[in-house]
Each structure stands twice: as C-alpha cells, then as structure tokens.
C-alpha cells in the first residue's frame, strides 16, 4: 500500500485531493500544513484514522521535512502562498513558502530516493490576447507576471533541474483556476457568493474581460491521482477542463443562481498588472495518460459550489472578517458609474 506526504493538504486542493484520494485509491496519506490563514483542519474532518494523519509543519523547516519524507513512499506538493493580491501587497512569504519550500523538499527527496509531483499553475505562462488562436501547452514559455506567479515558475525550475542534476523522479502539473468546496473566502468565486450572503455587493475587478479556465477541483484532483500512477518522470503535465470564461459572465451567473439581478455588482480597483486570459491545452495528459475531466457542466459545478457555501456558513464565517478587511486596507475603491450602482 502506497504511504504519500501531501504538503498544504489543509488548504483548498490539497484537502479536496485527500478526499479524493481516500475515495478512489487504498493510499496512506500523511498532511503537513502550517496552517497559515489559508489552511483549515476543518476541511480534513472524518477522515478514517487508520489511514490519515496529520502534522502540523513549515515546509521551510528541513529537519521536519526529512523526517516526514524518509517513511513515505511520494510527496504530493501542494503547500503554497497561493493569492495574487497576497503576493502584490507582500511577497515574502510567498518566496519563503514557494521557492524554499520546494526547495527543502526536493533536497529530501534526493536524499532519500522518493517519488515527488509538484503541484503548479498555468499562471507561469503569463497571459493570452482575448483572440488569440492557441491555448497554453507544455511548451509555452514562462512568462509570469506577479509575484506569486514568478515564484511558483521558480519552483517549477527547481524541479525540473533537481530531475537532470540529480535524478530525482519528479513530475510537474500546471492547472488552471480551480473552483468547488473549501475554497477560501478570498478567492474570486466564494468571494462573491459570500458577499451576496451578507447582503454585499459582488467585486468586478475592472471591466471583468479577464478570462479564467475554470476546473472543478475534482478534476484537478482525479488528474493528479492519474499522473502519479501514470506519469513519466521528467514530464510536465497541463491540467485543465475547456472551461474559460471571463469574469463578468461568472459574476452575473452567481448573481442570477442565487435569485439577485445580474447586474447588481460593482466594478471595484483593478488588479495591478492583472493577466488578462488563461487558457489550457490539456491534449497531452488526456492521450498519453487517458484522463478526461468529469465535471464539463460549470453551471451545474457552479451551483453546487453556491449550494455548499450556503449549507457551510460555520467552515468559512471565521474567514470573512478578516478578507475584507485586508481588502478594504489595500485600497480597493468602488469605480463608480457601473450599470446598477446606487444613485
Ligand atoms: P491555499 O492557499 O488554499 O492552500 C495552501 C495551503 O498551504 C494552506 O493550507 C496553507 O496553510 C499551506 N501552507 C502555506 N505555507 C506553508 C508552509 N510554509 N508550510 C506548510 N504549509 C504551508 O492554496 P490552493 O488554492 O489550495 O493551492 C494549492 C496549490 O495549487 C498551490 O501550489 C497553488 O499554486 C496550486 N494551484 C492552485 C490553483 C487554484 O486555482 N487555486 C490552480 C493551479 C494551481
Ligand atoms: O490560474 C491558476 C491560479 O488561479 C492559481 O495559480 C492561483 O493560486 C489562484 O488563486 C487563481 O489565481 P487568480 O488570480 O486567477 O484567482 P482569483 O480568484 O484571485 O481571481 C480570479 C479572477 O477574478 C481574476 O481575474 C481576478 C478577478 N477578481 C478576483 C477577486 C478576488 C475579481 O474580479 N474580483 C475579486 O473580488
């Protein structure tokens, strides 16, 4: 039976993988998280003791890491600084995490001879043109944009030069924007389902053109369970599910899902240096490793999503305070005429 360390399992996709995982594999997962802000031992309830345990960890720290790493069989990669605008407002923690991090971990894979797939984002490509023909491939060159996006590209060269350095066998996925369950209140989509709960106005970054590729963090899941089975050491991966759309429609389709006019938003500040399309060719992984996603219907993914943050107020109510605070404490300014702003 296969034992994996599954770093970040507290946050967003790392919990949603170890509940995949639990599911669909007989595997033994071990958790180290922090537990910064973003982690959340709530999202890692129930889980059958005989075959989940959890550590609470910095992944910075190397005499822990080792230590995790030598009874295992694989790492599965997740623990991040994860939030663009986190990264604006502050990049340190997201070099430490990110590019030390990985680093702490790919040294005690090749001290020990582990397996290691490291979880990465399709926001090492930088951005498209709205027309423009070609989606990202594996081989787009990086070109990141942000703070945390040029850390996370870091770390995906780290890995693939511990892989020709040094022989260790790693692989690489790239996804785009994942959406679903405990996913922090931060973050676009529960944002704005959120707000409209206490009685706020959804945020539109600018004009909300931007487009995202949006996948079911179940999919992403079922995806890296496949490249860990399945992948070729070495080998980069795109993860994504056909699913762009720009972020005004998402907002509006919030709205409308959950009875409200879909014009009764804001237009707030912009992102600085905000990537304005997102999209992935994921033809490799879907030939050579025969995945497809399952979840291709986003408004009925989407509704699921509203339908959970409705039914799991005491998961993300610690969380919300807090967000808006820091939202409201970087400026963030209601660029007033839109369509439906107050008179
Ligand atoms: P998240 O912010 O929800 O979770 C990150 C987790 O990492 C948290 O539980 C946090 O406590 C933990 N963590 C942070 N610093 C740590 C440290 N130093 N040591 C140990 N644990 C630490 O992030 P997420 O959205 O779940 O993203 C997870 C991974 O997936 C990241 O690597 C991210 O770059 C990547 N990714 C995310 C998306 C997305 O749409 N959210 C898409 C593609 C790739
Ligand atoms: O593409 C993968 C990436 O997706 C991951 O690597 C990141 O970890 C993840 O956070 C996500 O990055 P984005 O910056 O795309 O996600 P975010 O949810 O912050 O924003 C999605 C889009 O929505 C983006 O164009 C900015 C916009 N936005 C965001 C917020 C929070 C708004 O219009 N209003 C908002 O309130």
Not at 137 to 147: G, I, K
Not at 230 to 247: P, Q, R
Not at 318 to 329: C, L, M, V
Request: with cysteine; charged share 20%; glycine share 8%.
């Amino acid at each position: 039976m296969m034992q994996i360390l599954v770093t970040g399992g507290a946050g967003f996709i790392g919990s949603n993988f170890v509940h995949y995982v639990m599911k669909h594999s007989d595997f033994q997962v071990t958790v180290v998280d922090k537990l910064t802000y973003a982690g959340n031992l709530a999202s890692l309830a129930n889980l059958p003791t005989e075959r989940f345990r959890f550590v609470q960890g910095d992944i910075t720290d190397a005499q822990l890491v080792d230590r995790l790493v030598r009874t295992v069989d694989a790492v599965v990669h997740y623990a991040a600084e994860s939030h663009n605008d986190n990264s604006l407002a502050d990049p340190g923690p997201f070099l430490a995490t990110n590019i030390m991090g990985t680093y702490t971990l790919l040294e005690a894979v090749r001290k020990h001879g582990k397996r290691f797939h490291h979880i990465s984002t399709d926001e090492v490509y930088g951005d498209l043109a709205l027309d423009d023909p070609y989606r990202f491939t594996e081989h787009t060159p990086y070109n990141p944009s942000s703070p945390y996006s040029s850390t996370k590209a870091g770390s995906d060269l780290l890995v693939r030069a511990w892989v020709r350095s040094f022989g260790v066998a790693a692989t690489i996925s790239n996804c785009s924007n994942n959406y679903g369950p405990y996913q922090h209140v931060e973050k676009f989509i529960p944002r704005q389902i959120t707000n409209i709960i206490d009685g706020i106005r959804p945020k539109l970054y600018g004009s909300g053109e931007n487009v995202r590729d949006w996948i079911h963090a179940d999919d992403h899941s079922s995806a890296v369970l496949t490249i860990l089975e399945k992948g070729v050491s070495g080998e980069t991966y795109l993860i994504g599910a056909d699913g762009e759309h720009n972020n005004k429609s998402v907002i509006e389709a919030i709205l409308s899902g959950m009875g409200k006019s879909a014009d009764d938003y804001d237009q707030v500040t912009d992102r600085p240096g905000h990537d304005l399309r997102y999209a992935i060719d994921s033809t490799k992984l879907r030939t050579e490793l025969g995945w497809t996603p399952s979840h291709a219907d986003f408004t009925a993914g989407l509704a699921a999503t509203i339908h959970w943050y409705q039914a799991n107020e005491d998961w993300w109510r610690p969380q919300k305070t807090a967000t808006e605070t820091k939202y409201a404490a970087a400026g963030e300014q209601t660029l007033y005429p839109t369509a439906a702003a107050p008179q």
